[in-house]
């Protein structure tokens, strides 16, 4: 046995022996074989590929500053604001949001377009924040033993260019399915999170029915990863009703969500240059 995989087996060893961790959303014991300090080097080292894989970054910087902005917004209230977290929209058709470990969300430009208001892109936000808090891929992978051990080694070793491995993270990654329990999970949590940021609960319903339509007119992709949303809706409703039914008015910010990215797709498909976006909200 060479001494790289000699260091991967005991690695993979110490890993296994301490299988689990606290989870911050909920507060309960999940399996789990990986640290959080590996789940950020995973992000580090599959994040560029698996943006290349979602049609890559697009390309407009206005654009992506604005969604920064408001995902920052998010991650400050979150359980884990000392993650680096990173906020970018991939050039896509497709209805879809993704979360990959160690602070990296994606939204592509075809949701982008279905939503109306920076409160709705807050509830999206929130809840890819809320599965990255959670550590929900890490955890669906540390169930999956053979991935794990595959995976385990890998970064112990750090070989790079290990294709295998690469190709099956990131295969988990895109076509991940979380179980109700954590949908519901981070569909909470980012409730939390997006009226602590100053966002109407309210908007993240909006969402869901707004998906829900499109669901009825054809597939929407958002639903091969995400569970369908009539009872979502049903306990979003409730706990907005129980806990926040007395607050009072929170951000919607359907004008600047117009501004700073309806028209940008729109005035893209023209070919024709969108203003910058200033984060105090005023344009420029």
């Given at each position: 046995m060479t001494k790289g995989a000699a260091a991967s087996a005991l690695?993979?060893?110490?890993?296994?022996?301490?299988?689990c961790a606290v989870n911050p959303v909920t507060g309960q014991q999940d399996l789990m074989f990986f640290s959080p300090d590996e789940d950020v080097k995973l992000?580090?080292?599959?994040?560029?590929?698996?943006?290349k894989q979602l049609g890559g970054r697009f390309p407009d910087e206005n654009l992506q500053s604005y969604l920064d902005h408001v995902g920052q917004r998010i991650a400050r209230v979150c359980h884990r604001p000392d993650i680096a977290y990173h906020f970018a929209a991939v050039d896509v058709d497709m209805e879809n949001a993704f979360?990959?470990?160690g602070g990296y969300v994606y939204i592509t430009s075809g949701l982008l377009e279905k939503l109306?208001?920076?409160?709705?892109?807050?509830?999206?936000?929130?809840?890819?924040?809320?599965?990255?808090?959670?550590?929900?891929t890490m955890a669906a992978i540390s169930r999956q033993i053979g991935m794990t051990a595959a995976l385990a080694a890998a970064l112990v070793s750090g070989a790079p260019g290990d294709v295998a491995n690469a190709t099956s993270f990131i295969t988990s990654v895109l076509s991940l399915q979380y179980s109700r329990d954590d949908e519901k999970d981070a569909d909470l949590a980012g409730l939390a999170y997006m009226i602590q940021a100053g966002y109407d609960?309210?908007?993240?319903?909006?969402?869901?029915?707004a998906l829900q339509s499109l669901q009825e007119v054809r597939p929407v992709e958002f639903f091969s990863t995400h569970p369908n949303p009539e009872n979502r809706i049903i306990y979003l409703q409730e706990r907005i009703e129980r806990r926040y039914s007395t607050l009072g008015l929170l951000k919607e910010g359907r004008e600047e969500y117009a501004q700073?990215?309806?028209?940008?797709?729109?005035?893209?498909?023209?070919?024709?240059?969108?203003?910058?976006?200033d984060v105090s909200g005023e344009g420029g």
């Open positions: 690695a993979l060893m110490l890993a296994l022996a301490s299988g992000g580090q080292k599959y994040a560029p590929e698996i943006e979360a990959v470990p109306g208001s920076e409160a709705q892109l807050a509830a999206i936000l929130a809840h890819e924040v809320g599965h990255v808090v959670a550590r929900d609960p309210n908007a993240m319903v909006e969402t869901m029915r700073n990215v309806l028209a940008v797709l729109k005035e893209r498909k023209k070919g024709v240059r969108t203003k910058t976006f």
